[in-house]
Nanobody
Framework: QVQLVESGGGLVQAGGSLRLSCAAS????????MGWYRQAPGKQRVLVAT???????NSADSVKGRVTVARDNAKNTVYLQMNGLKPEGTAVYYC??????????????WGQGTQVTVSS
């Protein structure tokens, strides 16, 4: 199983930038994809962006052009670079990983989240 730990959240002014990190650890054969989701207060968790096979996929329209996702396979870490942050970006940001376990079962795992607060 994969354990995910997010970091890099904090308070930032509108228009500012943050770089979130998600480090994966544990026992697994391979991570197929990793991604970022966010959940604002009182709202459902929604997609921010994902990366599969080194290619950014499934990015939300609301963040296109303002976020980039990079994966460091050697470190089992995925990064979310967010620029031009808006107040509506205030949310808990969660890392997700689709992994293949040592028994070749597919797992969908989540981190605990990191808080991002964008002030006006």
């Amino acid at each position: 199983q994969v354990q995910l730990v997010e970091s890099g959240g904090g308070l930032v002014q509108a228009g500012g930038s943050l770089r979130l990190s998600c480090a994966a650890s544990g026992s697994f054969f391979r991570i197929n994809a990793m991604g970022w989701y966010r959940q604002a207060p009182g709202k459902q968790r929604v997609l921010v962006a994902t990366i599969t096979g080194g290619v950014i996929t499934n990015s939300a329209d609301s963040v296109k052009g303002r976020v980039t996702v990079a994966r460091d396979n050697a470190k089992n870490t995925v990064y979310l670079q967010m620029n031009g942050l808006k107040p509506e970006g205030t949310a808990v940001y969660y890392c997700n990983a689709e992994s293949i376990g040592v028994t070749f079962k597919v797992y969908d795992c989540w981190g605990q989240g990191t808080q991002v607060t964008v002030s006006s």
